[in-house]
T-cell receptor, first 111, second 117 residues
Framework: GDSVTQMEGPVTLSEEAFLTINCTYT??????LFWYVQYPGEGLQLLLK?????DKGSNKGFEATYRKETTSFHLEKGSVQVSDSAVYFC??????????FGRGTSLIVHP | EAGVAQSPRYKIIEKRQSVAFWCNPI?????LYWYQQILGQGPKLLIQ????????DSQLPKDRFSAERLKGVDSTLKIQPAKLEDSAVYLC???????????????FGPGTRLTVT
């Protein structure tokens, strides 16, 4: 079946550091790919998405590019802030439209 | 626009008891999802509805879990009887429509935290 694998956390960074959270997927067909974020005490919300190969999703300074050849959708941000501290989930819609989520990566940003 | 509503927010029950969760999706959203999120893991889809029909329930433990969406709007998820391993956050989400090219964002509710003792 479909699966999503994310790098284990927590990822701990200083403010203004560069962030990468790796995500790879296996899926039948041509899935859409998503990054969701869960801030402390809040529900999941969509951060960005990409619907086809080579698409780049971006929002709030975060970016991720849909790489079909490496089946990856890595999340990046050039300069993180303390307010970016949260849990980040990579997800795939799957070729059969059944959503699949990764385990989540906790990001902790220190001032 | 009102978000996805869920109740209760917290529930503590003993094993072998039953429990029900309620979800009201965003108005006009045809697709509704129930997820189970165990601590430290990502959400796992339990069941997916399109209007009042089931799209997928392959990961729903049907011997103890049931869900319905009778009028294609709000939904109820039930567990009977509960086991210790059912302790988790139960998330409800909705999206506009599930079509041939499903690109719709899912909107999540705040979740119900269930503790089974």
């Amino acid at each position: 079946g479909d699966s999503v694998t994310q790098m284990e956390g927590p990822v701990t960074l200083s403010e203004e550091a560069f962030l990468t959270i790796n995500c790879t997927y296996t899926a039948t067909g041509y899935p859409s790919l998503f990054w969701y974020v869960q801030y402390p005490g809040e529900g999941l919300q969509l951060l960005l998405k990409a619907t086809k190969a080579d698409d780049k999703g971006s929002n709030k300074g975060f970016e991720a590019t849909y790489r079909k050849e490496t089946t990856s959708f890595h999340l990046e941000k050039g300069s993180v802030q303390v307010s970016d501290s949260a849990v980040y989930f990579c997800a795939s819609s799957g070729g059969s439209y059944i959503p699949t989520f990764g385990r989540g990566t906790s990001l902790i940003v220190h001032p | 626009e009102a978000g996805v509503a869920q109740s209760p927010r917290y529930k503590i029950i003993e094993k072998r008891q039953s429990v029900a969760f309620w979800c009201n999706p965003i108005s006009g959203h045809a697709t509704l999802y129930w997820y189970q999120q165990i601590l430290g893991q990502g959400p796992k889809l339990l069941i997916q509805f399109q209007n009042n029909g089931v799209v997928d329930d392959s990961q729903l433990p049907k011997d103890r879990f049931s869900a319905e969406r009778l009028k294609g709007v709000d939904s109820t998820l039930k567990i009977q009887p509960a086991k210790l391993e059912d302790s988790a956050v139960y998330l409800c989400a909705s999206s506009l429509v599930l079509g041939l090219l499903d690109r719709d964002e899912q909107y999540f509710g705040p979740g119900t935290r269930l503790t089974v003792t």
